[in-house]
Structures are given as C-alpha cells and as structure tokens.
C-alpha cells in the first residue's frame, strides 16, 4: 500500500549510502504480497491515479524478479487427500472469479454461479445458520483449543463482525 514514490526514494538512498549504481545498493529486498490485491491509498483518487502510484508502476519494476506460491501448505495440514483436492478446486475458483475467468466477458459485472454447497438457502436467520455450518457441535467442541484454530468467518464490514460475534456468544452458556 506504499506509494512507488517510497520505493524509488529507498533505492536511491540505497545507492547513496552503498556508493553503488545497482539498484537498492546491490542489495536483495524483498517485497510480499499480491500486488493485484494491495493498492496503494490515494485520498479522492481517480482508478488512474491509484494504478500510476503503485510499485508497479514505477520504473525500478522491470528490474524485480516475482515470484509466485504454488501451494498453501497451511490449508493442507492434516487433510486428507480429498480434502486437499476440493480445498485446490475451490481457491481455483476464487482465483478465476477475481481475474474475471467466471462469468464470461463483462465490463465489470458477471453473473456467477454459486455451487450448491456453498449457498444458504433462503431462512430466518442466515447467519445464524452460517454460524453453525462453521461451528457444527460447538457446545461440544468450545474446550478444545484446536477447534477454533481451524474455523474462521470473514465479515465485510464491522458491523457484520459484530453481529456475527454477538450471536456467536449467545450460544456459550454464561455471562
């Protein structure tokens, strides 16, 4: 989320300091994350504006050496080979809905189909039941520290958080 301005500014200090004409002094830095995910933030900026100022945008990129993960080992520990198969089709699928392969060609705007397993059919409390689609048998489970190691829900905004964390609290007996 750094502006390029930033980077160039470190190279070239990188230069000054090191005496060197190599970029960053010659030194190896090293940059993470998914640069089509984190843009940098231009208060009232144009989709223009946000692009021109990330890091690839500037003239220090052509020089770096991306590299990507292949495998989320984290989401694969402990998994059957089953499991490890629907986890690669399911982050495919996320993968291809982000780059605009879903859908067929759009301006912005697809229609998606959802697979049935990840729907919630139409209730009185949708969150609720999500709630219990994450945590089945939590009553039951609340003890073991792994349990919530392994489940997680991602809320939009923290409002939704909120909502979602105070129904989750209702179903612990006690203060």
Not at 61 to 68: C, K, M, P, T
Not at 129 to 134: A, D, S
Request: proline content about 5%; charged content about 25%.
């Amino acid at each position: 989320m750094t502006h390029k301005h930033a980077f160039q500014a470190l190279n070239k200090s990188c230069k000054d300091v090191l005496k060197s004409k190599s970029l960053f002094g010659g030194k190896v830095v090293v940059f993470g994350g998914d640069f089509r995910q984190v843009l940098p933030v231009i208060q009232k900026g144009s989709r223009q504006q946000i692009v021109n100022a990330s890091l690839c945008s500037s003239y220090i990129w052509h020089h770096f050496r991306v590299l990507r993960l292949t495998r989320n080992i984290r989401l694969t520990i402990g998994q059957s080979s089953a499991d490890i198969e629907e986890t690669k089709k399911f982050s495919k699928w996320l993968l291809d809905i982000r780059e605009g392969k879903v859908g067929g060609p759009n301006k912005g705007k697809a229609k998606i189909e959802i697979p049935d397993d990840l729907l919630i059919e139409q209730c009185d409390g949708p969150i609720i039941k999500l709630i219990q689609f994450v945590y089945p048998d939590i009553l039951n489970s609340r003890q073991d520290p792994t349990y919530f190691q392994q489940k997680g829900l991602l809320a939009p905004t923290n409002e939704v958080f909120h909502e979602i964390n105070d129904l989750l609290l209702e179903f612990f007996p006690g203060d």
